[in-house]
């Protein structure tokens, strides 16, 4: 028997191992623990010990690293932060492929780190379902893949996925506007989405819809645009032409929220608010000078991918994820996607990126 089968079957057997488990969906926190005092009763439990030491250097961990080109804002920064985290550590090597929107191309890109031998693989595919014959493929020769945003269709494609929370968007940008029109049950709601054939946009549709029924309010007006510049200036002059008073915008994208803006300006319409939707350092600059009608983003975190590379490094490494007490790498990390205002948004300003 080969060394490389043997080395796929021991991989298939750990994978299996790892699906009988309970997956678990774990939110990164930023915060640590809020008090240094002891339990009351230190006899009632076993001490948990955080997991300590895991940026020390250790083996030479080579990841590589595949995404979409980055045709707007938000998938640059992706790349860019993949980038910066991996420089951060002295014990990794990004080999970077040429970011490409052809799902062919991307293939071949993994299936040369196999070949490569890498000793992990961050992808953050063009298409989920096109790349889960060949994520399987690089998880059966014994190397662990950190899938980022987009989904495999297959459980076996990975061995972690890092998520943003698409139904939470718009469940955090329902909940917002509720706070402020919550009293005024007659306010109008309108919705700029990104493009209605993609499961995300359906999701944070339906998070939306779903937060504002929870104060009795509707998305009483709906254009869908198509994550651009331009299709989102075309969707919102066509919305507000259609829609004479308006009191509230939710925007799902902040890149095609540039056209969004234009629009608005264009129109001379300063009636209502809106909230943007990913956090870009546009917007939040916005925010900040309290210069236009933005008020709020919801965040889907551009930094997903330099999750992936933490996550491949310590997978590698075969370290736990600091500050749980369970063993191992999560097999699920969703990102929580908050609200930023006035009040927090030099909190959030560093993880922005440019439109």
Not at 172 to 198: N, R
Request: charged letters at 20%.
């Amino acid at each position: 028997m080969s060394a490389r089968t043997e080395l796929a079957r021991s991989s298939r057997r750990r994978r299996t191992v790892a699906l009988a488990a309970v997956a678990t969906t774990a939110v990164l926190l930023a915060a640590g623990c809020t008090s240094n005092e002891p339990p009351e009763d230190e006899g009632s439990a076993a001490p948990q010990v955080a997991a300590e030491g895991n940026d020390e250097p250790g083996e030479k961990v080579v990841i590589g690293f595949s995404a979409p080109a980055a045709d707007h804002g938000w998938m640059g920064a992706i790349t860019q932060s993949a980038v910066d985290t991996a420089d951060q550590y002295s014990d990794v090597e990004l080999r970077q492929a040429e970011a490409t929107n052809d799902v062919n191309v991307q293939i071949s890109q993994v299936e040369q780190f196999i070949n490569d031998g890498v000793d992990a693989i961050v992808l953050l595919p063009f298409d989920g379902a096109a790349l889960t014959e060949v994520a399987t493929k690089a998880m059966d020769a014994g190397i662990p893949v950190i899938n980022v945003d987009r989904e495999f269709s297959s459980p076996f494609a990975a061995r972690a996925t890092v998520l943003g929370d698409n139904y939470g968007m718009g469940v955090s940008a329902g909940t917002y506007i509720c706070e402020q029109l919550g009293d005024t049950p007659d306010a109008v709601v309108a919705e700029v989405a990104g493009i209605d054939s993609l499961p995300l946009t359906q999701d944070r549709s339906k998070g939306f819809k779903d937060a504002l029924s929870d104060c009795g309010l509707d998305v009483d007006a709906r254009v869908a645009a198509d994550f651009t510049v331009q299709g989102g200036e075309t969707a919102t002059s066509n919305l507000l032409q259609a829609e004479p008073k308006i009191d509230a915008i939710w925007n799902h994208d902040d890149d095609q929220g540039v056209g969004v803006l234009a629009a608005i300006e264009n129109a001379g319409r300063d009636e209502f608010f809106m909230v943007g939707g990913a956090g870009s350092l546009d917007v939040m600059e916005h925010i900040k000078a309290d210069d236009s009608v933005l008020q709020a983003t919801v965040i889907y975190p551009s930094t997903q991918a330099a999750d992936g590379i933490k996550l491949a490094r310590l997978v590698v490494h075969d370290k736990n994820m600091g500050d749980l007490v369970s063993a191992g790498v999560p097999r699920t990390t969703q990102l929580y996607a908050p609200v930023v205002t006035a009040d927090n948004v030099d909190q959030y300003m560093s993880i922005g990126f440019r439109s």
